[in-house]
T-cell receptor, first 114, second 110 residues
């Protein structure tokens, strides 16, 4: 049974057209993360939520926003996608960020920008 | 210098071969070390944690060398299903501070 679910699996958008990626979890974990991974590169942390507390990485562009309306759901909004934003977007969860380093990943959303 | 560096490969090995990957890290204060496996266009999955004394899980053996700041992964008796990218991950005590390497690609050939 999938514990971290990302939809859609593949997303195509147009240059400059806002797009939202979604993530849900059945683990009741208090921390949710969004990573960006480009081809042959390491996953790059964009931001994370510790409960309702939003934590942005210093080098995450303003073009990327996130919402977490409740424990189970988290959204990644890309306000004006550029060609350079084409990548795999990975959602992950963990129980407590401070002491537990085990991450549970969703299957990812592959974003294409035309 | 990257925080976590890996030889990108690709490593192409025949079935049954033994293959080893190394990973170096720059932060001497790092506390935890992992190997993740990532199949093409899929999510990373935890393969094993790496302990100071070294650890083994079936055909997989992980070693840590704190003095030289590197970790290694040895795969014995390679299977076709071992073909994947292997990500080295280094942590400083919290999931938020995990640093991923860009991975080493392995292809096991029949």
């Amino acid at each position: 049974d999938a514990m971290v679910i990302q939809n859609p699996r593949y997303q195509v958008t147009q240059f400059g057209k806002p797009v939202t990626l979604s993530c849900s979890q059945t683990l009741n974990h208090n921390v949710m993360y969004w990573y960006q991974q480009k081809s042959s590169q390491a996953p790059k942390l964009l931001f994370h939520y510790y409960d309702k507390d939003f934590n942005n990485e210093a080098d995450t562009p303003d073009n990327f926003q996130s919402r977490r309306p409740n424990t189970s759901f988290c959204f990644l909004d890309i306000r004006s996608p550029g060609l350079g934003d084409a990548a795999m977007y990975l959602c992950a969860t963990s129980y407590d960020r401070a002491t537990n380093e085990k991450l549970f990943f969703g299957s990812g959303t592959q974003l294409s920008v035309l | 210098r990257k925080e976590v560096e890996q030889d990108p490969g690709p490593f192409n090995v025949p079935e049954g071969a033994t293959v080893a990957f190394n990973c170096t890290y720059s932060n001497s204060a790092s506390q935890s070390f992992f190997w993740y496996r990532q199949d093409c266009r899929k999510e990373p999955k935890l393969l094993m944690s790496v302990y100071s004394s070294g650890n083994e899980d079936g055909r997989f053996t992980a070693q840590l060398n704190r003095a030289s700041q590197y970790i290694s992964l040895l795969i014995r008796d390679s299977k076709l299903s071992d073909s994947a990218t292997y990500l080295c991950v280094v942590g400083s005590g919290s999931a938020r501070q995990l640093t991923f390497g860009s991975g080493t690609q392995l292809t096991v050939l029949p």
